[in-house]
Protein backbone atom coordinates (compact mmCIF):
# COMPACT_ATOMS: atom_id res chain seq x y z
CA UNK A 1 0.00 0.00 0.00
CA UNK A 2 0.84 3.96 -0.60
CA UNK A 3 -0.49 6.72 1.41
CA UNK A 4 -0.41 9.73 -0.32
CA UNK A 5 -0.46 13.11 1.66
CA UNK A 6 -1.20 16.43 -0.81
CA UNK A 7 -0.64 20.17 0.88
CA UNK A 8 0.01 23.32 0.35
CA UNK A 9 -3.59 24.66 -1.16
CA UNK A 10 -4.91 27.70 -0.04
CA UNK A 11 -6.67 30.88 -0.72
CA UNK A 12 -5.09 33.45 -3.23
CA UNK A 13 -5.93 36.09 -5.88
CA UNK A 14 -5.75 35.73 -9.45
CA UNK A 15 -2.38 35.67 -10.74
CA UNK A 16 -0.87 34.27 -7.73
CA UNK A 17 1.12 30.96 -7.72
CA UNK A 18 0.66 28.03 -5.51
CA UNK A 19 2.94 24.80 -4.90
CA UNK A 20 1.39 21.65 -4.14
CA UNK A 21 3.41 18.89 -2.71
CA UNK A 22 2.29 15.40 -2.71
CA UNK A 23 4.35 12.92 0.04
CA UNK A 24 4.04 9.60 -0.14
CA UNK A 25 5.07 6.96 2.24
CA UNK A 26 4.00 3.16 2.35
CA UNK A 27 5.58 1.22 -0.03
CA UNK A 28 7.30 3.35 -2.19
CA UNK A 29 9.81 1.38 -3.03
CA UNK A 30 8.49 0.18 -6.67
CA UNK A 31 8.44 2.29 -9.25
CA UNK A 32 5.10 4.97 -9.65
CA UNK A 33 3.99 7.00 -12.18
CA UNK A 34 2.15 10.22 -10.77
CA UNK A 35 -0.65 12.77 -11.52
CA UNK A 36 -2.45 15.33 -10.36
CA UNK A 37 -6.23 15.49 -10.69
CA UNK A 38 -8.47 18.60 -9.56
CA UNK A 39 -12.45 18.54 -8.98
CA UNK A 40 -13.98 22.16 -9.58
CA UNK A 41 -16.75 22.87 -7.50
CA UNK A 42 -20.18 20.90 -8.86
CA UNK A 43 -18.05 19.21 -11.74
CA UNK A 44 -16.70 16.15 -12.29
CA UNK A 45 -12.71 15.28 -11.91
CA UNK A 46 -10.45 16.07 -14.58
CA UNK A 47 -6.94 15.75 -15.30
CA UNK A 48 -4.41 18.00 -14.69
CA UNK A 49 -0.93 17.04 -15.29
CA UNK A 50 0.91 13.64 -14.92
CA UNK A 51 4.62 12.63 -14.58
CA UNK A 52 6.87 9.13 -15.02
CA UNK A 53 8.64 7.57 -12.46
CA UNK A 54 11.96 8.77 -13.58
CA UNK A 55 10.26 12.10 -14.35
CA UNK A 56 11.70 12.37 -17.55
CA UNK A 57 8.49 12.13 -19.55
CA UNK A 58 5.26 14.54 -18.48
CA UNK A 59 1.94 15.49 -19.77
CA UNK A 60 -0.57 18.07 -19.24
CA UNK A 61 -4.13 18.79 -19.56
CA UNK A 62 -4.53 21.73 -22.28
CA UNK A 63 -5.39 24.01 -20.27
CA UNK A 64 -2.80 23.86 -18.02
CA UNK A 65 0.14 23.78 -20.11
CA UNK A 66 2.43 26.95 -19.46
CA UNK A 67 1.13 27.78 -16.39
CA UNK A 68 1.26 24.12 -14.50
CA UNK A 69 4.30 22.17 -13.85
CA UNK A 70 4.79 18.87 -12.48
CA UNK A 71 7.92 17.57 -10.76
CA UNK A 72 9.12 15.02 -8.59
CA UNK A 73 12.51 14.25 -6.45
CA UNK A 74 13.59 11.07 -4.93
CA UNK A 75 12.46 11.54 -1.65
CA UNK A 76 8.78 10.44 -2.93
CA UNK A 77 7.47 13.97 -3.17
CA UNK A 78 5.33 15.24 -6.45
CA UNK A 79 4.70 18.80 -7.17
CA UNK A 80 2.58 20.54 -8.81
CA UNK A 81 4.11 24.37 -9.33
CA UNK A 82 1.10 26.41 -10.42
CA UNK A 83 1.53 30.17 -11.99
CA UNK A 84 -0.67 32.53 -13.43
CA UNK A 85 -3.59 31.47 -11.39
CA UNK A 86 -7.19 31.87 -12.37
CA UNK A 87 -10.63 31.92 -10.89
CA UNK A 88 -11.57 28.77 -13.07
CA UNK A 89 -8.72 26.84 -11.35
CA UNK A 90 -10.51 26.61 -8.08
CA UNK A 91 -11.12 23.53 -7.41
CA UNK A 92 -9.79 19.84 -4.75
CA UNK A 93 -6.41 18.86 -6.07
CA UNK A 94 -5.47 15.37 -5.74
CA UNK A 95 -2.95 13.90 -6.07
CA UNK A 96 -2.57 9.74 -7.46
CA UNK A 97 0.23 7.42 -8.13
CA UNK A 98 -0.41 4.06 -10.46
CA UNK A 99 1.94 1.13 -10.20
CA UNK A 100 3.77 1.47 -13.15
CA UNK A 101 6.58 3.29 -14.28
CA UNK A 102 4.59 5.01 -17.24
CA UNK A 103 2.13 8.02 -16.74
CA UNK A 104 -1.39 8.07 -17.60
CA UNK A 105 -4.45 10.16 -18.34
CA UNK A 106 -7.43 8.49 -16.72
CA UNK A 107 -8.45 8.00 -13.20
CA UNK A 108 -8.87 4.57 -13.65
CA UNK A 109 -5.26 3.77 -14.16
CA UNK A 110 -4.51 5.05 -10.76
CA UNK A 111 -4.08 3.19 -7.89
CA UNK A 112 -3.64 5.20 -5.22
CA UNK A 113 -5.19 8.46 -4.25
CA UNK A 114 -4.70 11.45 -1.63
CA UNK A 115 -7.48 13.23 0.41
CA UNK A 116 -7.09 16.43 -1.50
CA UNK A 117 -6.20 19.84 -0.94
CA UNK A 118 -8.43 23.15 -1.98
CA UNK A 119 -7.71 25.44 -3.84
CA UNK A 120 -9.71 28.89 -4.17
CA UNK A 121 -8.86 31.66 -6.54
CA UNK A 122 -10.52 34.75 -6.29
CA UNK A 123 -10.89 37.56 -9.06
Known amino acids: QVQLVESGGGQVQAGDSLRLSCAAS????????AGWFRQPPGKEREFVAT???????TYYADSMKGRFTISRDFKNTVYLQMNNLKPEDTAVYYC?????????????????WGQGTQVTVSS
Open 96 to 112: AARRSSTYAINRDDYDY
Open 26 to 33: GRTGSRYA
Open 51 to 57: INWSGGM
